[in-house]
């Protein structure tokens, strides 16, 4: 059976000697592995399509579940990030994040639409790359389950709590009590551009303002709350900030 489906290529895999197995994140399908088959040749028509990071209308053969990519149309291959190692890296970064959160075969069209305009807001919008990435990683976390409660101090109920709680997800205020809890500073800034995120509508994710220093708060809590709720790092995170060092 053939499906068309539109998706962006968060892993590649050598397989064979010409061959190719991607990890590619669908609008209908969820995460799927496509075989592409010949794609390592020079003269492969399929060849763009299957680049990491490369936004493409797919033509799939379905067989017993596993697909094989038969056609590739590019939508966009963000070629900005090529041509720029801290941008290729803080994709590869996104494009890893996605692949971890992302179920086989569990359509969630809110992770590639999340992905797709930080990318655009990357290479089009020239966005800061920190304010990028505090926005990928606050959002996600929220579309997969981990909305963070912002409304106000879990201990006093004040709405201008000034701690940000990594392992619980929550605000609180410094004088109250958090037992052996991760807190992190948080200014009235930072909390307003938190509450936005996590509420505004998809196309309006970027915006609003933020100072240079609320940025790097904003950047700093939500890396720090993604790799606490799940429980991991990221290799591509790691070299990312190394460029920096």
Do not use: W
């Not at 399929?46 to 990519?69: D, I, N, P, V």
């Not at 992302?102 to 655009?120: F, G, K, R, W």
């Not at 948080?186 to 936005?196: I, N, P």
């Amino acid at each position: 059976m053939y499906i068309k489906t539109e998706g962006i290529v968060l892993r590649e895999t050598e397989y064979k000697d010409n061959d190719k197995l991607l990890t590619v994140l669908t609008k209908d399908l969820g995460k799927i592995t496509v075989k592409a088959v010949g794609v390592k040749s020079q003269r492969s028509r399929l060849k763009a399509a299957c680049q990491l990071l490369s936004f493409s209308e797919m033509t799939l053969l379905e067989h017993q579940g596993r697909y094989t990519l038969t056609e590739g149309s590019t939508k966009e291959m963000f070629t900005q990030l090529r041509n720029d190692i801290e941008l290729l890296y803080l994709a590869t970064y996104f494009a890893q994040v996605c692949d971890a959160v992302a179920q086989e075969d569990d359509p969630n069209p809110e992770i590639l639409s999340l992905l797709l305009n930080c990318l655009y807001a990357l290479t089009k919008l020239k966005k800061p790359q920190l304010l990028v990435k505090a926005v990928f990683e606050l959002r996600l976390m929220c579309i997969v389950g981990f909305l963070p409660d912002l409304r106000g101090c879990l201990v006093c109920g004040n709405e201008q709590a000034d701690r940000f709680n990594i392992t619980q997800g929550v605000v609180q205020c410094a004088g109250c009590s958090a037992g052996g809890d991760i807190r992190m500073p948080l200014s009235a800034g930072t909390l307003m551009a938190m509450r936005y995120l996590a509420y505004c509508d998809a196309k309006k994710l970027f915006s609003f303002a933020l100072s240079d220093g609320g940025i790097q708060e904003l950047s700093d809590i939500a890396e720090s709350y993604l790799s606490m709720r799940l429980e991991r790092g990221f290799s591509t995170l790691d070299f990312y900030k190394s460029l920096f060092i």
